[in-house]
């Protein structure tokens, strides 16, 4: 009855209302009922019954019942201590400190789960200096587990306790390297200030390093601390910062750029051109020209020239590729023939089909890549003929990529034949193709793919039928459920938007809780469909620990308009539902809720009682002051 009793040793829900709560303090009937019930359950068998009464229980009535918070610092059970050092940390009691650290140091204490919360309940100030404090015993095993939980946590507490950790303020050199490793593999948006400290406190290295992290952050974030080292003082970091900036699409960056392209370093400048290739623009191409005096010297410089100039549209171009064409070096031709089927499309289909057979392998791939990006209808034949003709894999794998940029049905009996081939790349590229048809022609070829032993090309095909068939695509999507990663769930929402509901309501029927997760937050972002699937889904499942999820969900979502079902799930089945409900109730805040959580105090399960009696007093503390009353004592205590 109890399997989700971890879930219930948190600290209570933080619940957003949808309206204020009402108004009420408790009686003294009701008090005493409360006081009694977590009196007892202090001495509760039930290790998660007997934490729940000493947090709630010691701050009470400070006088009387401060003692059990004391005696309950020397319990065996973890998570009891840790209630008792919760309950101290209420009743302003500085010997919750040493049992704190004690327990931070404790290699097998559930620190993430249940002692980060219990920290972050201290103002800043304190909460960093204890955790520093752990953090600088090199005898305390469990220092790797606090760094990845804070790593974890609220941009505003990684942020602070990782720069502590760093140079200036932090003077331990391993834990210095060690917090700087971990800021420059985050990947979060919000914790970027850690990315600006590293700029300005770092060495080269380092700044060289969290100019790449910075360049790796999604798309929008703020790049205004990389934006100021562009008029900096460090101008050996201008180019570096610009290439961050270009790749994040800020056209600002070029003035910065240019000056890499006459570096001589053949890195330097290959780097400089990808990064013109993110904001191209003509003052580019002038500054490139000299590149090209001798095109043979390094032909991957070349090719991005030329790209640079095919995506400015320079009229001067084709001659360029004209002569190459007339090369001794093949590389050139090649080039040649990909520019200029780029630049001429349809008018040079005919010579690219031509150059598919051509002896020199290089300008096969190029004529094959340019059909590609082409995608005409008239190269389905010609590439078919010569996927029947090739042997070398990478060729092969050319000529596929190139059919499945056709988005023509006629492609099906071409790619159809490949969707078992024994290259996964190629498996991949024809169910990519197959996808791009939209024709249902590709359906049947599509579930072949779907029993692919490269996730990868299963996750393609189940998309591709998801998005083609609405007919074929819930029973492919309800095989797929055993093995579909969250990401998947994900990717599917992003790609489909409103039509894939139906099949996140599937998701939910699934028990795999991972799948669960990635359903409810794909639902957050369909708002006109979430609130009849989840619905749906609660009343559906026997799922304890989904009900749970839904429950806060909704309780999330739509505030005090639940505490209807919140009462009704409190009273009957399930002990852990029941509980959840009991303490959503509570953390509503509303004084409505306050009868039948009574009632509840007379339940036979002692562990709903005193979660009752938790909600009752979470109800009372969220009153305005002057509204509340102290539970009394119990007569004879």
């Known amino acids: 009855m109890r399997t989700h009793r971890r879930f219930l040793t948190a600290l209570l829900f933080s619940v957003t209302t949808a309206a204020l709560p009402a108004h009420a303090e408790l009686d003294p009937e009701l008090s005493k009922r409360v006081y009694d019930t977590l009196e007892r359950g202090n001495r509760s068998g039930d290790r998660v019954t007997r934490a729940r009464a000493t947090e709630a229980f010691g701050p009470l009535d400070p006088a009387t019942t401060a003692p059990y918070a004391a005696d309950a610092l020397k319990d065996p059970v973890f998570e009891v201590r840790a209630a008792a050092i919760a309950a101290m940390i209420k009743l302003g009691d500085p010997r919750f400190e040493p049992a704190l650290v004690e327990e931070m140091k404790n290699a097998r204490a559930d620190f993430s789960g249940v002692l980060l919360p219990i920290l972050f309940a201290l103002p800043e100030k304190d909460a960093l200096r204890i955790a520093l404090a752990v953090m600088g015993d090199e005898k305390a095993p469990s220092r790797n587990a606090i760094l990845e939980a804070f790593s974890k946590a609220d941009a505003k507490w990684a942020i602070a306790f990782l720069k502590a950790l760093m140079p200036p303020a932090g003077k331990n050199p391993t834990l210095g390297e060690a917090a700087t490793a971990v800021s420059l593999s985050l990947r979060r948006t919000d914790t970027a200030l850690l990315l600006e400290h590293l700029l300005t406190t770092g060495t080269p290295d380092v700044k060289a390093r969290a100019l790449e992290a910075f360049s790796l952050l ?21 180019g570096s910062v610009a290439e961050v900036l270009a790749r994040h699409g800020d056209k600002s960056a070029v003035p910065a750029l240019l000056p890499g392209l006459q570096s001589g370093d053949p890195k330097q400048v290959l780097r400089t051109l990808d990064a013109l290739l993110e904001v191209p623009d003509a003052s580019a191409v002038a500054a490139a020209e000299p590149l090209l005096k001798k095109p043979e010297e390094n032909i991957d410089v070349t090719r991005r020239v030329l790209e640079l100039r095919s995506r400015l549209g320079d009229a001067k171009l084709v001659d360029t590729l004209r002569a190459y064409r007339r090369s001794d070096d093949v590389r050139l031709q090649a080039l040649a023939v990909y520019f200029l089927g780029v630049h001429e499309k349809g008018k040079a289909l005919p010579d690219l089909h031509e150059s598919v057979f051509h002896g020199d392998a290089n300008v096969r791939l190029a004529a094959i890549e340019a059909i590609g990006r082409i995608g005409h209808h008239d190269s389905i034949a010609v590439l078919r003929r010569a996927i029947d003709a090739a042997s070398d ?158 429950l806060k969900r909704m309780v999330q979502k739509r505030g005090l308009v639940e505490l209807p079902r919140l009462e009704q799930v409190a009273k009957a089945g399930d002990g852990s539902l029941r509980a959840a409900a009991i303490q959503l109730a ?52």
């Open 218 to 238: 999604p798309k929008g974030a703020d790049l205004a601390p990389v934006r100021k080292l562009l008029k900096g003082k460090d101008k050996s970091l201008a």
């Open 393 to 550: 894999p990478e060729l092969r794998k050319a000529l596929v990529n190139a059919v499945a940029e056709i988005k023509d049905k006629d492609i099906v009996p071409v790619l159809s034949f490949l969707i078992s081939d024994r290259d996964a790349d190629v498996r991949r590229a024809a169910i990519r193709g197959l996808a791009r048809t939209a024709s249902k022609d590709a359906v049947p070829t599509l579930k072949i793919g779907t029993q692919d032993s490269d996730v990868d090309a299963r996750s393609e095909a189940v998309q591709a039928i998801v998005a083609l068939d609405p007919v074929e695509g819930p029973g492919v999507y309800r095989m797929a459920l055993g093995w579909i990663v969250p990401e998947g769930v994900e990717a599917l929402t992003k790609a489909l938007g409103a039509t894939f509901a139906p099949y996140l309501d599937m998701t939910l029927t699934s028990t795999r809780p991972e799948l669960h997760d990635a359903a409810l937050k794909a639902l957050a972002t369909l708002p006109e469909k979430e609130d009849g699937i989840i619905a749906g889904a609660f009343d559906r499942t026997r799922d304890t620990g989904l009900k749970i999820k839904i």
């Open 586 to 637: 509570g953390g509503a805040g509303d004084a409505t809720a306050l009868p039948f959580l009574a009632a509840l105090l007379d339940d036979p399960d002692e562990f709903i009682r005193v979660t009752a009696a938790t909600a009752i007093l979470d109800v009372d503390s969220r009153q305005p002051q002057g509204k509340k009353k102290k539970p009394a004592k119990a007569k004879g205590r």
